[in-house]
């Protein structure tokens, strides 16, 4: 391919690609959103940030979507939407947990954890795509769990949120362990982790 040609193609930005910058701007409004719960402990700002994950989650889907019935897919988008989604399923989540209450020691080391898995698994996602899909334009299934199924973890921190379970009233309590406190609902965050970079789970890809 000509390498100029090839440039070019790399830098070209197409519908979709709108789509999916406004997926990363969304979960960038989330941890901003976040924040203003964390100084003000006004529970509307917490959910605005968790609605704002389920809006990234919507613009995902239509950002692939866009780029088949386009059929203008590219380096840049593919790379563009791996980006977009770990600021959006990946921190975003992470720091919504912890302004929820899930700030205790063994806390933090999940949630890194569970982003230190996002990153991988969107990593391992890229170099791997064109073999998994097999020649046609499309991946067949998924390696483990993708990392949007995180908004399954953000739906149920809205409905703790809705409720009132917050801080130290958050499900399941706190307990101490060592130097640190574990909340355990965090825990659902390592599992979605653990699921997102298995090699043995596989999801077909709709």
């Not at 917490?46 to 889907?61: G, R, Y």
Request: aromatic share 10%.
């Amino acid at each position: 391919m000509n390498p100029a040609k090839h440039l070019s193609m790399i830098r070209s930005f197409h519908l979709a690609d709108w789509f999916t910058l406004g997926n990363a701007s969304c979960g960038v409004a989330a941890l901003f959103a976040v924040m203003s719960y964390v100084q003000n402990r006004n529970t509307t700002h917490l959910l605005f940030a968790c609605a704002l994950i389920v809006i990234a989650f919507v613009l995902d889907v239509f950002d692939g979507r866009i780029a088949r019935w386009r059929q203008k897919t590219s380096l840049l988008g593919r790379e563009l939407d791996s980006l977009a989604d770990i600021i959006s399923f990946g921190v975003a989540p992470a720091v919504i947990a912890y302004g929820i209450g899930m700030d205790g020691l063994w806390d933090r080391v999940i949630l890194i954890y569970f982003v230190a898995c996002g990153v991988s698994r969107l990593a391992r996602y890229n170099v791997t795509a064109d073999a998994l899909a097999q020649g046609s334009d499309k991946v067949r299934y998924f390696e483990g769990t993708p990392i949007p199924s995180s908004l399954l973890l953000v739906i149920a921190i809205a409905v703790a949120a809705w409720q009132g379970s917050v801080g130290d009233d958050l499900w399941f309590g706190v307990v101490q362990i060592g130097p640190g406190q574990l909340h355990p609902l965090v825990l659902m965050f390592a599992l979605s982790g653990s699921l997102m970079i298995s090699r043995t789970l596989h999801i077909p890809k709709l």
